[in-house]
């Protein structure tokens, strides 16, 4: 595939990507699917209480993304190297350690369900059920980083859009049919995460990976898994947790209202987001920065800034066309606030976008010192929102600002890093 704005598609970055992305638009628009019959089913206090849940499984999962990192780094390395006799042994080690992590999560939740239902004023069902949907979750991870470090971006691009597709089936169904509630919901969520780990394993045998001999997993991984899981958590307050804090802090129709602008923008800004999964396994090193890796992020970078230039374009010139899309009406009553809140958290999103392919770069060649700065910026999002929240949108304002300052800290490890090298 040749692009003109691209260069030659070297490395197959641009032929991967756009693979990944065409499954994550069908996955996108399942997900906007999934909103759009849900969010007109269930009243506004119903819809917000489920999306707070799905933000908390988001903002749980998505620091699982290290995992799935380690396991790409390292699985990709044992490729290059001619050592596939390892990859199977390793995988088998981080299973073991999942299991026990589910079954923890698990019984957490079900013994802090009371005072966490009190906490996001919801129905305890509904915590229980949220938490178990979790712990299935994170297994999730250690099949798409098998997936990755392999590079068989056939199944990465497709098995996870089973989740997506019966998610948005049985969604739709159980809450037309069954109740209007977002318990119904959340399990369809949870029937979604199985179809998908049953994909996720079938794609597994079918790479006839040899059986090996167990070992210790290699050196430096726990190190690697740890500063990649303090990076992402970080990433993942900033990019998760605004519909969880206006669930605290404002009435059920305010948290539906912003719920369903934050959705929008999250669906609308984050379809670049596989470019970084294609980039990663193709730049995987020890610390130095090559030419080829430099060139390589450059491409992905304009890439992802044209879908994000596009997508965001879209929302900010027309806020009512996603709503009507997703919500079929646009809120005539509060028209003004819906646009409004649509185009803060658009803008506010943009630069997590770009954030998350530049961490994903400085992760695959284990340079994590400047990536740590995402902890603090999310830890003022969260005191920053608790200083200010007498309006909804300033939740996009915060987030805005240190999505911003999250971006230069990245960029700025990069170029350092180039200055060097």
Known sequence: MKLPFLGRDEGGLIRHGAMLVAGTFVGALCNAGFHAVVGRTLPNAEYGALVAMLGIILATTTPMLAVQNTLAHYISAFVHEGRRAEIRPLFRHWLRIFAALSAAIALGAFGLREPLAAFWRVEPALIALTFLVLAASLWMNLYYGLLQGMQSFGWLSWAPQAWGSVRLLLGWVLTATVAARALLAVGAQGIGVLAVLALCAFAAVGLRLPAGVAAAPPRGTYRYLGSALVCLAGYAMLMNLDTALAKHYFDAETTGLFSKAATIAR???????????????????????????????????????????????????????????????????????????????????????????????????????????????????????????????????????????????????????????
Request: proline share 6%; glycine share 6%.
């Open 267 to 421: 669906t609308a800004v984050f379809l670049p987001v596989p470019i970084a999964t294609a980039l990663f396994p193709k730049v995987t090193s020890t610390g130095e920065l090559t030419d080829a890796s430099w060139g390589l992020l450059g491409r992905a970078l304009a890439f992802a800034g044209l879908l994000i230039a596009a997508t965001a374009g879209v929302c900010l010139a027309f806020p009512q066309l996603p709503w009507t899309i997703l919500y079929r009406a646009w809120p005539a009553a509060d028209a003004a606030l819906a646009a409004q809140l649509t185009r803060a958290m658009v803008l506010a999103m943009s630069p997590l976008a770009l954030a998350y392919l530049l961490l994903n770069f400085e992760m695959a060649q284990r340079r994590f010192a400047w990536c740590y700065g995402l902890v603090p910026c999310g830890a003022a999002y969260v005191v920053g929102v608790a200083r200010f929240h007498a309006h909804p949108a300033q939740i996009a304002i915060v987030v805005g600002a240190l999505n911003l300052v999250a971006v230069a800290l990245l960029l700025a490890s990069i170029c350092a890093q180039r200055r060097r090298g």
